[in-house]
Nanobody
Framework: QVQLVESGGGLVQPGGSLRLSCAAT?????MAWFRQAPGKDREFVAA????????YYADSVKGRFIISRDSAKTTLSLQMNNLEFEDTAVYYC???????????????????WGQGTQVTVSS
């Protein structure tokens, strides 16, 4: 079992940047970021696979967001650049074992979730 704690959310103007972090209590998991805006379903943002470090992005964030993991494989980050109003949401960190590539975008692939951190893009 792993516990996840997110940090780094906040208020930012359009075009600005934020960096989210997720501290995990152990390594050996594929990890991902999902987000949920008010009145909408939770959606995939980005993931990094275990083993290896292949990364995957939703089309809506490709080229603007970068997912990474530290060398100890216990801290997940999401660098968010050129933020847009539509990026406003609660962002969740997730972890799972045995996640296959074809299911990396699916929230059911991840058994462990953080509490979420709010990101608000507003002028």
């Amino acid at each position: 079992q792993v516990q996840l704690v997110e940090s780094g959310g906040g208020l930012v103007q359009p075009g600005g940047s934020l960096r989210l972090s997720c501290a995990a209590t152990s390594s050996g998991y594929s990890m991902a970021w999902f987000r949920q805006a008010p009145g909408k379903d939770r959606e995939f943002v980005a993931a990094i696979k275990w083993p290896g470090s292949s990364t995957y992005y939703a089309d809506s964030v490709k080229g603007r967001f970068i997912i990474s993991r530290d060398s100890a494989k216990t801290t997940l980050s999401l660098q968010m650049n050129n933020l847009e109003f539509e990026d406003t949401a609660v962002y969740y960190c997730a972890a799972g074992r045995g996640v296959i590539t074809s299911s990396i975008w699916t929230d059911r692939s991840y058994a462990y979730w953080g509490q979420g951190t709010q990101v608000t893009v507003s002028s």
